[in-house]
T-cell receptor, first 109, second 112 residues
Framework: GQNIDQPTEMTATEGAIVQINCTYQ??????LFWYQQHAGEAPTFLSY??LDGLEEKGRFSSFLSRSKGYSYLLLKELQMKDSASYLC??????????WGAGTKLIIKP | IAGITQAPTSQILAAGRRMTLRCTQD?????MYWYRQDLGLGLRLIHY???????GKGEVPDGYSVSRANTDDFPLTLASAVPSQTSVYFC???????????FGEGSRLTVL
């Protein structure tokens, strides 16, 4: 079967680093996406990993381990504007995305 | 550049009424999607279209229909709304099978 799992909520402090994990199960892997969604807004694309390893994009980095069915999103130098939900997703065999329920990240001053 | 436009942004609807949510994109993307988002659940795919003239069923298609007469427009119709269809609906588009999804701002629908 296919499923995807991520923590429901996390809290971190402004200026700190936080890691949001995502585990998945699929028979055919075609990459893993991360999206950011601020409350009341639409999701916006953050990253797409196909190969193992860490990809850095400014303050945000995304890591993938295909053998472990595991990915994480690393956010550095947290800012209050990073308070949002972070959604991971992978394409199924019909190229349609299977979405996690999202991790709500709360940033405290 | 508008990207994807959805209408209405918010609507309260009596059960049993017919409702069409509109979605228009100006990016000439081939693929378009309709999702619903409910608290505690991930985005769930209702219907999709890989190219103009074709549509497919997603994870939760019952009670919904779509059409794709041209590249730009992808309306979602609720033939006879029920309270369980109360949700936030997002239209999205992408260019290619593993392309980034671009989302509209969402339509908040309440069925009473």
């Amino acid at each position: 079967g296919q499923n995807i799992d991520q923590p429901t909520e996390m809290t971190a402090t402004e200026g700190a680093i936080v890691q949001i994990n995502c585990t998945y199960q699929t028979s055919g892997f075609n990459g893993l996406f991360w999206y950011q969604q601020h409350a009341g807004e639409a999701p916006t694309f953050l990253s797409y990993n196909v190969l193992d390893g860490l990809e850095e994009k400014g303050r945000f980095s995304s890591f993938l381990s295909r053998s472990k069915g595991y990915s994480y999103l690393l956010l550095k130098e947290l800012q209050m504007k990073d308070s949002a939900s972070y959604l991971c997703a992978f394409p199924d065999s019909n190229y349609q995305l299977i979405w996690g329920a999202g991790t709500k990240l709360i940033i405290k001053p | 550049i508008a990207g994807i436009t959805q209408a209405p942004t918010s609507q309260i609807l009596a059960a049993g009424r017919r409702m069409t949510l509109r979605c228009t994109q100006d990016m000439r993307h081939n693929a378009m999607y309709w999702y619903r988002q409910d608290l505690g659940l991930g985005l769930r795919l209702i219907h999709y279209s890989n190219t103009a003239g074709t549509t497919g069923k997603g994870e939760v298609p019952d009670g919904y229909s779509v059409s794709r007469a041209n590249t730009d427009d992808f309306p979602l119709t609720l033939a006879s709304a029920v309270p369980s269809q109360t949700s936030v609906y997002f239209c999205a588009s992408s260019d290619g099978d593993y392309g980034e999804l671009f989302f509209g701002e969402g339509s908040r629908l309440t069925v009473l």
